[in-house]
């Protein structure tokens, strides 16, 4: 039986055939936590010159075995992309195993940031003022992110309307290749569609923006991270899937009034566009991707396919968002 490589000593091999002047030695390679769907580790090298960089390892798990899918070749064209244009701040976007071939799965390599989580910092007794404002702030930047900016393969819709209706359509299909018939999912996408709100111009949309996303630190402004579900949407889904979560010392669900005037202010966007009932829509919408990642996982399960320790993650979590959906939808 060939023995495994160890992931160290891939990715010497990858940086000596990407930078083969940095004649780089990885010192530690130790995985983190995070996200549910890549496998991310800290890398420390050390090049020939002695100089020492610490990078972020970002790979899809092996056998596509991840809570969430999402494409690595899309992330990294959104990346550059992104740091092109620096209207947000992200970690420098370094190199790419566009076939896995050397580290064992498609893998971006970024360089590491220092900073704190934002969530982190909300304590209970903190003042959420100033966190909101770092938060808003980002969404706004999000918001002004230049469309044309953006990598020609990243979908770009012909409307608002067109939009809203392939968002919705996202639940309505995931619903159709079900084992099981979802009543509740066909109830949530008729409302929806009969609860429109006012539009607003489409923007950049992260996909999962939450304060542990965003990355702050007082020695440079606030870094995001996780860029895997970015598309071309309603700037009204970042905001709106936030102001649902459950995360504890939620900034919106302390103040929702100073929220979404703060929002407002930034934006300039109307009270009729902007409301609490606009938020809950937004929840519901935003989530799209999500949660149906997240009903198929569960149907997966149904069928014999297991998923490890994130079984309780994914039935948990669906039974929030149905009782959330349901609350929203029968009021």
């Not at 949530?188 to 996303?213: C, T």
């Not at 109307?270 to 829509?281: C, F, I, K, L």
Request: charged residues 25%; hydrophobic residues 40%; proline residues 8%.
């Amino acid at each position: 039986m060939a023995t495994e490589i160890p992931m160290p000593d891939r990715l010497e091999r990858f940086l000596a055939d990407v930078e083969p002047d940095l004649k780089a030695t990885v010192v530690s390679y130790r995985p983190i936590s995070g996200g549910y769907s890549r496998i991310t580790a800290v890398a420390d090298i050390r090049a020939a010159d002695g100089g020492e960089q610490t990078l972020i390892v970002r790979s899809d798990p092996p056998g596509g075995e991840g809570v969430f899918q999402s494409e690595r070749d899309r992330e990294w064209d959104l990346l550059q992309a992104l740091w092109d244009d620096h209207t947000i701040e992200i970690p420098r976007p370094r190199w790419y195993d566009a076939s896995g071939d050397v580290l064992g799965s498609k893998t971006i390599i970024m360089d590491h940031v220092t900073g704190t989580p934002l969530q982190l910092t909300l304590g209970p007794d903190v003042d959420l003022a100033g966190a909101r404002k770092i938060f808003l702030g980002v969404a706004d930047q999000l918001r002004n992110t230049p469309l044309d900016a953006m990598p020609q393969v990243m979908e770009r819709p012909a409307d608002w309307d067109s939009y809203i209706d392939s968002a919705i359509d996202i639940y309505a299909k995931a619903e159709q290749e079900l084992t099981d018939s979802s009543p509740i999912i066909r109830y949530v996408s008729a409302w929806l569609r009969a609860n429109k709100p006012q539009p607003v111009p489409l923007s950049v949309v992260h996909g999962d923006f939450q304060p542990g996303n965003i990355l702050v630190a007082d020695d440079h402004p606030p870094v995001v991270i996780d860029w895997e579900f970015t598309r071309i949407g309603d700037p009204r889904e970042d905001v709106g899937y936030y102001s649902g979560s459950p995360l504890p010392n939620s900034m919106y669900t302390a103040d929702p009034e100073a929220f979404l005037a703060e929002y407002r202010a930034l934006t300039g966007f109307t009270e009729e566009q902007v409301n609490p009932q606009v938020m809950e829509y937004f929840f519901i919408l935003g989530m799209a991707e999500l949660y149906v990642q997240m009903m198929q996982g569960a149907d997966g399960l149904s069928r014999g396919q297991g998923k490890g320790i994130m079984t309780t993650f994914l039935i948990n979590s669906l039974c929030y968002f149905q009782e959330r959906y349901l609350d929203i939808c029968s009021r």
